[in-house]
């Protein structure tokens, strides 16, 4: 017993020894990153957020490639750090939101609303962490200034001119935006995405499986394409497709020219075989063929049939929601139910990703971070595998684009595999597996009143 002193002494110098270490390696790292930085370029409070970031070890657990402390190489503790590394990967790489305040960029409105979550709810850094970190622990002034950052960075991306006071800082936005087009191409455009011929056997078009007065979609678990052949995932809706960061679920199409090429080359769905097989038929069109020579010197080609429909889409927007009356301060667009919905959509964490004017599109996030979606599901297919398809990075498996919310109400069912065939199914396997919250039926029911408000409108008329 009397060596029992000595030893719980010997624990507590050994613990504070290593925590001194730490620190100063801590704070060696974070001297040598903001000595690599462009801080120059920024602004006073994006300069100082950038150095919070920094001086905290975000960087440890939030980008791939850091230098770890000596103690990450330790039994234990190696394994309690790449746990706590994994799970910061599934939800949030804070490198492109490093690099595009160093180059002075926008910075993703999906980043600005996960430093805002977690700021709010104290939950950065984790208390695990800071037993070994303590100087990470984030003062009221540091998290003062990330969130007057995330301020400043919205008001630099949205029209808060068009915005009440109360709102103007708000994760999402009433649609204020219109993309520049040309009429004539517009036109064109419409007359092609209804055209069958762009399918081998003329029977089917982009409006098929996203048809104007459906919401954009088709409403069916999988798409129908020639032949009654069926492809493996859920189409998305085409409304505000504009505003998506990339195209397709996977992302794999750059823009949405890009996307337009795809389904005519498809074998589940136009099963074209060749641009030249489309060429040949729209060109016996001569009314068709004079449009398009009017346009572009080189008359029909894939590359004017992709234009077109292209400038087409960027004209489908659907603005002036009832919700986005009422941010924009009409205060009576939303009954109390619905404002109700919307702050349990914020404290639900639904405006974490689905953020911005159209609501989400802008970032691929795992499906199951809190919970395991796929191995409760079962049936994992090559297509579960989301934007690993494209890019091989084993971090971006079962990551999957953050669909728009506008217009959701009309675009049942849900997911990519269709699984959710409700709106209120959807809002509850969200909470669920996304955020790990289990939702109360009435509290469902009140966050799905605030959705069935996003329906917008096209050319004057509200979607139904």
Known sequence: MKKLPLVIGACVAGYLATVFIVDRFDVRLSEQHLASAQLNGMDKLTSEAFKVLNSNGCQYCHTRNSELPFYANMPIAKQLMNKDIELAQRQFNIESLLASAQQGKAV???????????????????????????????????????????????????????????????????????????????????????DTR???????????????????????????????SKGPINAPTVYNAAFNVLQFWDGRAADLQKQAGGPPMNPLEMASTSWEQIVGKLTQDAQLSAEFAALYPEGITENSITDVIAEFEKTLVTPNSRFDLFLKGQGDALSSVEKEGYELFKTAKCATCHVGEAMGGQSFELMGIKKDYFADRGNVSEVDHGRYNVTKDPHDMYRFKVPTLRNVALTAPYFHDASAKTLEDAVDKMAEYQVGMKLSKDEIGKIVAFLQTLNGEYQGKTLQ
């Open 108 to 194: 993703s409105e999906v980043d600005l609303a996960k430093i805002e979550s977690v700021m709010q709810d104290n939950a950065m850094p984790p208390n695990l962490y800071l037993g070994m970190h303590w100087r990470s622990r984030l003062s009221d002034e540091e998290k003062g200034v990330l969130l007057d950052w995330v301020k400043a960075e919205r008001l630099k991306q949205s029209s808060a001119d068009a915005v009440a006071d109360a709102y103007k800082y708000e994760p999402v936005q009433p649609i204020t935006t219109s993309f520049p087009v040309n009429p004539a191409k517009v036109a064109l455009g419409e007359k092609l995405y209804h």
């Open 198 to 228: 762009l399918s081998s056997d003329d029977t089917v078009s982009c409006a098929s499986c996203h048809a104007l007065d459906k919401g954009g979609v088709d409403r069916l678990d999988v798409s129908v394409g020639v032949g009654g």
